[in-house]
């Protein structure tokens, strides 16, 4: 049969918007997650991470909300410029605490739009 | 500082010939990952190494790969025989073993087989 690639998950936005980008994980035993973003043509870079003793935590523009209770990760983006156009990523340690091992999400793909 | 630094940038290859991608990590990191991306399957990870120690090569998919890191700045990932359907861009990353799990990724090299 043919073959298909993977069907990401989109959002567009206008410039100036806040931006949400979900990611919902496997493992509840999971103590560490990480977001990051993946512009065209460059590797994943890191963005924020976020240990499960927290619920939130806030860099610049962007703040990461765990939901361990329903194992859901969200990523906001604050005034969404052009330039955060690219994928976003999640990412849990493999295992759950294993080090260095990570399960990667599928991604997101985020257009802005100005 | 640098970052992880990974040449050739671009290869293109015919099917058959050996390939061979190169790493360079981030000096005092102790944990090397390749990665292969496809538009098919996404970022899937092929071998890591934990103090030039390969740990977990699962995610290799056959014989025709190998991976070495014969110390801790330099690793190599070699494709012999290629085949097209090798043709991904491959990305290594590097992290400590301090207490997360978070990875720094290369430009990658994007490689073409005919």
């Given at each position: 049969g043919e073959s298909v690639g993977l069907h990401l998950p989109t959002l567009s936005v206008q410039e100036g918007d806040n931006s949400i980008i979900n990611c919902a994980y496997s493992n509840?035993?999971?103590d560490y997650f990480i977001w990051y973003k993946q512009e065209s043509g460059k590797g994943p870079q890191f963005i924020i991470d976020i240990r499960s003793n927290m619920d939130k935590r806030q860099g610049q523009r962007v703040t990461v909300l765990l939901n361990k209770t329903v194992k859901h990760l969200s990523l906001q983006i604050a005034?969404?410029?052009?330039?955060?156009s690219a994928v976003y990523f999640c990412a849990e340690p493999a295992g759950g605490t294993s080090y260095g091992k990570l399960t990667f999400g599928q991604g997101t793909i985020l257009t802005v739009h100005p | 500082d640098a970052g992880v630094i990974q040449s050739p940038r671009h290869e293109v290859t015919e099917m058959g010939q050996e390939v061979t991608l190169r790493c360079k990590p981030i000096s005092g990191h102790n944990s090397l990952f390749w990665y292969r991306q496809t538009m098919m399957r996404g970022l899937e990870l092929l071998i890591y190494f934990n103090n030039n120690v390969?740990?977990?090569?699962?995610?290799?998919?056959?014989?025709r790969f190998s991976a070495k890191m014969p110390n801790a700045s330099f690793s190599t990932l070699k494709i012999?025989?290629?085949?097209?359907?090798?043709s991904a861009v491959y990305f290594c990353a590097s992290s400590t073993l301090?207490?997360?799990?978070t990875q720094y990724f290369g430009p990658g090299t994007r490689l073409t087989v005919l």
């Open positions: 509840s035993a999971s005034a969404t410029q052009p330039g955060d | 390969p740990i977990d090569d699962s995610g290799m998919p056959e014989d012999q025989p290629s085949e097209p359907r090798d301090a207490g997360t799990d």
